[in-house]
């Protein structure tokens, strides 16, 4: 039983550092492979000791798995792992004390509840002090596969786009439904077309074709007012700025009123592309 209960203490803190990690880089890792990672370096702990050495070999086994054998991509993974062990160990330090008579599932239950949030709060602080440190637009051009079909647009990199697919949490990208207006098949078009958002009732009659390729995203107003909105998946989009890269999955949303977008472009693209 000890044993067992190590090796969930483990995985939940590996897990908490990798998902970190994953959001800071914006890899869009799946979370099982991020939970097999977390599990087997929990494993390998608990079998192997918690000697230099071992933890050593652990973190490499463990964000390679996670990460890829990428040399960029991991040693970018590393360092963002490496942050946040060294801001979770502090924190577990401080709060160890005050769950001493704890049992070990009350201090599991507390301990990674403090962690998740904590480093919920610095990636969310880290993101916003970068956004500031750049530019507020990115112009570019954008390369969208969607049903069967290519076409470029201009786009905007957005520090004010934080949007994100609730279940998911892909990034939202917003685009002119003029532009995409030849590119919809006319079935979807239409229902999209008349789709108010005032509620979540009219997601019911989605063309049955197209259900599984589209999300009830939920939006917040200037005016802190709610409305809902239609998200379409898309798998393959690449943006062209000074070099070309391509972008991971994501939704995009129709807006019908684009008159207001910076720089009369086509597309606001969600702010970690000024990050990718």
Partial sequence: MYAEVLISINTLINFSLLSFSNKMGSFHQKSWRLWISAFLGGVSIVLFGGNFFSIVVTFIFMTTIAFGLNRSNWLLAAANILIGALFAGGLLTVIQPLLANASWYVFVVIAGSVLVFSLSGVKKNWFRIN????????????????????????????????????????????????????????????????????????FQDIPLPF???????????????????????????????????????CYVVLTKNSTHFPHQSDVILHASTLFS
Avoid at 213 to 236: M, N, P
């Fill in 131 to 202: 956004l500031t440190a750049i530019k507020d637009s990115y112009m570019g051009q954008v390369t969208i596969s969607l049903f069967q079909k290519e076409f470029q647009l201009t786009s905007y990199s957005d520090t004010g786009n934080l949007c994100i697919e609730p279940l998911s949490g892909k990034p939202v990208h917003f685009i002119s439904a003029e532009k995409m207006k030849s590119f919809i098949p006319l079935e979807l078009w239409n229902y999209l077309h008349s789709f108010e958002g005032n509620s979540t009732e009219e």
């Fill in 211 to 249: 259900r599984s390729q589209l999300r009830l995203i939920r939006l917040q107003t200037v005016q802190k007012q709610s409305t809902w909105a239609i998200g379409i998946k898309v798998d393959h989009i690449r943006l062209k700025t000074t070099t070309e890269q391509s972008l991971g999955p």
